[in-house]
T-cell receptor
Framework: ETGVTQTPRHLVMGMTNKKSLKCEQHLGHNAMYWYKQSAKKPLELMFV???????ENNSVPSRFSPECPNSSHLFLHLHTLQPEDSALYLC??????????????FGAGSRLTVL | GQNIDQPTEMTATEGAIVQINCTYQ??????LFWYQQHAGEAPTFLSY????GLEEKGRFSSFLSRSKGYSYLLLKELQMKDSASYLCAVRDRSGNTGKLIFGQGTTLQVKP
């Protein structure tokens, strides 16, 4: 496996279900991100983890709960979601250093549908 | 507020040149990025500008004017596979840990 892999690629869940999205990066990066991509809207940053510590939480509802057990893995735990949460959830990683562009490498995303 | 503007859709002909514009208003600036995203796939990095001027990379070039809050992505010798969404993003503060603010993307359709 190379790059950033996300599972599952597609997920359908009811509003009362609990599910998790998984992201794994094989690039040796030290930062990981969750973004939400809705139709006709810009990518929205949800969470940032740097060296496994959450450094940004963009006013995301508590029904989304991130977990970063190590620098290669990132989870997004989902519970009691709303239909408006249906979107493509993108994971990304990057190498944050003292200099450089800090280019994000994205996974292909998990397409979530909430019924 | 933070705002990134780019056209929603563009159409161009195979073999032609197309320019996708992006204007931004952000509280800070530490670099502008262009990403390409094919339908159902991951966004992939195309270019990065932090100083004014033109950066060329094969068929793709990106230009930045910080004083005007303006960038463009230039695609030459268009190919059918260039049909995709092109995302403009700005890093909002100094240092490379600042968050990326994205525009809504420009969907480019290349026709034969």
């Amino acid at each position: 496996e190379t790059g950033v892999t996300q599972t599952p690629r597609h997920l359908v869940m009811g509003m009362t279900n609990k599910k998790s999205l998984k992201c794994e990066q094989h690039l040796g990066h030290n930062a990981m991100y969750w973004y939400k991509q809705s139709a006709k809207k810009p990518l929205e940053l949800m969470f940032v983890y740097s060296l496994e510590e959450r450094v940004e939480n963009n006013s995301v509802p508590s029904r989304f709960s991130p977990e970063c057990p190590n620098s290669s893995h990132l989870f997004l735990h989902l519970h009691t979601l709303q239909p408006e949460d249906s979107a493509l959830y993108l994971c990304a990683s990057s190498q944050i250093s003292g200099s450089g562009a800090n280019v994000l490498t994205f996974g292909a995303g998990s397409r979530l549908t909430v019924l | 507020g933070q705002n990134i503007d780019q056209p929603t859709e563009m159409t161009a002909t195979e073999g032609a040149i197309v320019q996708i514009n992006c204007t931004y208003q952000t509280s800070g600036f530490n670099g502008l990025f262009w990403y390409q995203q094919h339908a159902g796939e991951a966004p992939t990095f195309l270019s990065y500008n932090v100083l004014d001027g033109l950066e060329e990379k094969g068929r793709f070039s990106s230009f930045l004017s910080r004083s005007k809050g303006y960038s463009y992505l230039l695609l030459k010798e268009l190919q059918m596979k260039d049909s995709a969404s092109y995302l403009c993003a700005v890093r909002d503060r100094s240092g490379n840990t600042g968050k990326l603010i994205f525009g809504q993307g420009t969907t480019l359709q290349v026709k034969p």
